[in-house]
């Protein structure tokens, strides 16, 4: 059974850090692209960033150059670094994976003060 279990969310000031993790069972992890999405109430779920098997990574323009992905096969974790955040970072964070079907998990709230 597929499980993405994600940690790491909370409470930062404006311009602090955070970072997520998501750990992933029942998969082979390597062979997977892994995404990060956020959400907020009355909004659709927005793609954040996506890493590739490979390491090939994409970015929302919102977080390019502030948010970093990347990912630890041996642990089969992918994390989310989260620098310079801004007040509309604040958000529910999934990790997510496409397989036969979509994966997704339970969410972390991170919140950004100004």
């Known amino acids: 059974q597929v499980q993405l279990v994600e940690s790491g969310g909370g409470l930062a000031q404006a311009g602090g850090s955070l970072r997520l993790s998501c750990a992933a069972s029942g998969m082979i992890f390597p062979r997977n692209v892994m995404d990060w999405y956020r959400q907020v109430p009355g909004n659709q779920r927005e793609l954040v960033a996506r890493?590739?098997?490979?390491?090939?990574?994409n970015y929302a323009d919102s977080v390019k150059g502030r948010f970093t992905i990347s990912r630890d096969n041996a642990k089969n974790t992918v994390y989310l670094q989260m620098n310079s955040l801004k007040p509309e970072d604040t958000a529910v964070y999934y990790c997510?994976?496409?397989?036969?079907?979509?994966?997704w998990g339970q969410g972390t709230q991170v919140t950004v003060s100004s």
């Open positions: 890493i590739t098997s490979g390491g090939i990574t």
């Open positions: 997510h994976v496409q397989l036969w079907r979509e994966y």
